[in-house]
């Protein structure tokens, strides 16, 4: 009898996830890094007051938080997360940011407060610049290490109480898509997509945006490299 040696099952590569948790608008939320190849946590923090939206940079290694106290949170995505290492940023005192955006570098806010796309940059992040754009902008997006521009989505609800594409969404106005130049933190001119845009998302080859619009149940498909509408 010639004992045979069980190699078992190849390594995993070492994947984490980052989980956000929001208790209640009135205390700390909780950043959990969890190791989703051996299903265990590694570590957990307290980020801001009662946090409303989260993203990754591009590169996965920094998470960002919206948070109800009017601060911007950022944490390093690390198994040896812990709340020292935690950066806040105050927002600007009338903001209403919706959306985060964070490509190669910088973060990119969509604002309610004056329709206007907010832009932080450092670490950690510190106020730039306003761009005014579209009514109602709900999300920036782009391809975050080769973009020549980025793209909001607007609504264009002038008067919005919150709840329009909700309520009603098939007798609001057309919504708009506006491109920013990243040479020149300007916007180009926009141009009409469909009721409601409420998400987009880019082509893996980067050269087409899809937007959902949930007003008429259409999908508007936009030329990224020309500006304009496919």
């Known amino acids: 009898i010639i004992p045979i040696n069980a190699s078992g099952p190849a390594a995993q590569p070492t994947s984490y996830a980052v989980a956000v ?22 570590a957990s923090a307290a980020v801001g007051i009662g946090p409303t939206s989260f993203t990754l940079d591009a590169g996965g290694v920094t998470g960002y938080t919206l948070n109800s106290d009017h601060t911007l949170t950022e944490f390093p995505v690390s198994t040896s997360l812990q709340e020292k290492m935690i950066q806040y940023t105050t927002l600007p005192p009338l903001a209403q940011p919706l959306n985060l955006f964070s490509p190669s570098a910088g973060i990119w806010a969509t604002d309610l407060q004056g329709n206007l796309l907010d832009i932080f940059i450092g670490s950690p992040p510190a106020f730039l610049s306003s761009i005014p754009i579209a009514p109602t902008p709900v999300m920036v997006l782009g391809s975050g290490t080769t973009a020549q521009r980025y793209f909001t989505l607007s609504q ?44 987009a998302v880019e082509s893996s080859d980067v050269k087409r945006l899809f937007v959902l619009n949930r007003g008429d149940d259409t999908i ?9 509408m496919d």
Do not use: H, R, W
């Open 156 to 199: 264009n609800i002038a008067a919005p109480t919150g709840v329009e594409c909700n309520t009603s969404p098939t007798t609001q106005p057309a919504g708009v898509v506006t491109g920013i130049e990243l040479s020149s933190y300007s916007s180009d001119p926009p141009f009409q997509v469909g009721k409601c845009p409420v998400f």
């Open 21 to 42: 948790s929001a208790p209640s608008a009135t205390t700390p939320g909780i950043a959990t890094i969890i190791d989703y190849s051996g299903d265990s946590i590694m």
């Open 220 to 228: 508007s498909v936009i030329n990224v490299q020309n500006d304009t």
